[in-house]
C-alpha cells in the first residue's frame, strides 16, 4: 500500500484550516495529520503528527511563520515547509526560502496550486505558484535587452521553470547565480540542466543557447 503524505495545516483562521482540511482529505494520498491555530506550538505539533509537509501561514499570533522557520533551523528540520500567505512581497519570498521553505504559495491562487505544489515538494523540488515564480523572473529580466518576450512555441516536453533555466543559461546566468534568482537551490539548478538535456537531446551548453535562439526565447 502506498504511503500517503501526512499533511500539518497552520493558520490563525479556523475557516479557512477547514477549508484546506475539506479540499486536502478529497486527495487519496493526502492525510492531514494535524492543526495548529498559533505559532506558539508548531513545532510540538508537528513532531507530534509526525508530518511529512508542514503549509505555513506567516501572519500568526504568538510567533509568526519566519520565527517558526528560524526555530526550526536552529533544533531539527521536522518537515519539509510549504508557505501559503497573503503577502507575495519577493523580499519576504527569499527570505522564508533562505530559512529553508520549500514552496510559497498566495493564498489568492492556493486552490488552484496547492495539491501539485504538496506533491512537488514531497518529491525533494521546491515550488512557487505561476504569480510569484513569474514575478520573481520578471524582477532581474526585465530590463534585459537580449531577453525575447515573444511567446514561446517550440517543445512542450519543457516545464516553465525548464524554459526559465535554459534562458537564463543563455542569458550566461552561472549555476549560482540562476540558484540566487530564482530562489532555487545549486542542486535544483543542477537537475534542471540535466533535465532540459535529456529531454532535447543535447550534449552542452552551446546547445542550449542554440535551441533558446531558435525558438525565441532570447535575441541574438
Sequence with gaps: MKKKIRIHLADDHQVLIDGLANLLGT?????????????????????ASK???????????????????????????????IILSSYDDLKIVKEVMKLGAR????????????????????????????????KIFASFTHNNPKLNKKPFTGNQLLSERELEVITLISLEYSGK???EQLFISLNTVETHRKNIMKKLKLKNVIGIVKYALKNNLINP
Excluded: H, W
Excluded at 486527495?27 to 513532531?47: C, P, R
Excluded at 505555513?56 to 526555530?71: H, T
Design 27 to 47: 486527495v487519496t494520498d493526502f492525510e492531514v495529520v494535524g492543526l495548529s491555530l498559533n505559532g506558539g506550538t508548531i513545532y510540538e505539533g508537528v513532531l
Design 51 to 81: 508530518a511529512d509537509i508542514l503549509l505555513l501561514d506567516i501572519s500568526m499570533p504568538l510567533k509568526d511563520g519566519i520565527s517558526v522557520l528560524k526555530e526550526f533551523g536552529q533544533k531539527k528540520f521536522p518537515c519539509k515547509v
Design 103 to 134: 514552496g510559497y504559495l498566495t493564498k489568492k491562487s492556493a486552490g488552484e496550486n496547492i495539491i501539485e505544489a504538496i506533491k512537488a515538494v514531497n518529491r525533494d523540488e521546491e515550488y512557487f505558484d505561476n504569480y510569484i515564480r513569474e
Design 177 to 179: 547565480e540562476i540558484s
